[in-house]
Every structure is written in C-alpha cells, then in structure tokens.
C-alpha cells in the first residue's frame, strides 16, 4: 500500500501507474489514446492540468495539478481517471493482446473487482521546490532513452518531451500546461 499521499500543501504532484505484472500493454497506439484521450478529458471537464507525461510499455510517469490547486478534487479526478482507464484498457487486454495478458489482468490480487489493470499504488510525490520539479520533468522524459526505446527523448511518440524540449513548437496528443515557480 502506498504511503505517500496528494496532501493539502504541495500543489504539483509526480505519479506513476504501472500495469499489473509490468505487462508491457503499451506496445501499439491504440492503447496510448486510450489514456491520453482520459488526460485530455479530465482536461477538459475535472480541471486536471498536465505538465509533463510519459507513456512507455509497462508504466505511465505524469507531473499533474489542478487547476485550483485543489487536492481533494485532484485526489478524486485522479482515482476516477485511474478506474476509467484501468476498466478501458484491462477490455482492451481481453480483447486485442494475448491471452495471457487477460488472464492475468482478470486474476486480480484484490477479491473485490473482475479485472486490475493498474498496480494498487499510483505513488503520489509531492513536487516541493523548482529544483526537484526539474529532476522529476528531466526523468520522465528520458526515460524512453534510458530504455532504449528512442536515442532522443524527443522522438518517443506517447510523451512530452518534444513539446517542451524542441526548439520547434510541435503537437502533442495530451493538452499540457507549464508550471511557474
């Protein structure tokens, strides 16, 4: 069980959401839209703001805030995010993966839910200082690099890293919002 938690205080937040087993269910496109198009959603109507993203095989590493710093509303916006997208994708799984990957997913750890897609921990760490907001920004996004799965952290599709690091203002699949210190 997690024990950091979104606390009254810190505004900006470091999450990770790992795949069940670290299943590496982000290999094609089809599921990245489905979480980046939950992002924009909860853009658009929960007043989740987006800083930075990362969408690799097996996990998700995302800077977020609301939009009025609000933690409990954040608290909440990210939980129904997780539970949407955990359903979407886990269907997914079923659906167009291997069978072994909905086996696993429809064998929850937890006897109360048909199918976990997410780990349990979604491990909130509070972004205190503009020093550790950019060790956290510059991880996430070289972390497609350190795995070998781009030589520049710009060139990984499912992620931010081109919006904000080129010099050239590029597309993004996630509405994303800068964060001021």
Same mark, same amino acid.
């Given at each position: 069980? &997690?024990?950091?938690?979104? #606390?009254? *205080? ?12 670290? %299943?590496?269910?982000?290999? !094609? ?32 590493? %995302? ?19 997780? #539970? ?17 990957? *909905? ?12 199918? #976990?897609?997410?780990? #349990? ?8 200082? &503009? ?6 920004? @510059?991880?996430?996004? @070289? ?5 070998? %799965? ?11 890293? !081109?919006?904000? %690091?080129?010099?050239?203002?590029? @597309? ?10």
């Amino acid at each position: 069980m &997690e024990t950091a938690r979104i #606390q009254e *205080g810190a505004g900006v937040y470091y999450l990770t959401f790992t795949v069940v087993y670290w %299943l590496p269910v982000f290999v !094609a496109a089809e599921p990245c839209f489905i979480f980046t198009e939950s992002l924009n959603y909860c853009h658009q109507h929960k007043s989740l703001r987006i800083n930075a993203f990362v969408i690799i095989p097996t996990h998700v590493h %995302l800077i977020v805030f609301d939009a009025d710093f609000d933690n409990a509303r954040l608290n909440k916006t990210v939980t129904a995010m997780r #539970q949407y997208t955990g359903r979407q994708l886990a269907n997914y799984c079923h659906e167009k993966m291997p069978a072994v990957f *909905g086996q696993v997913i429809g064998s929850p750890r937890r006897k109360d839910r048909a199918n #976990q897609f997410w780990q #349990q921990s979604k491990h909130p760490v509070a972004i205190w200082s &503009e020093a550790f907001w950019r060790t956290k920004f @510059d991880y996430l996004h @070289d972390n497609p690099r350190r795995k070998g %799965l781009v030589h520049e952290a710009a060139d990984w599709r499912f992620s931010s890293a !081109a919006y904000w %690091l080129r010099e050239q203002v590029t @597309d993004c699949d996630v509405k994303l919002t800068g964060v001021a210190w």
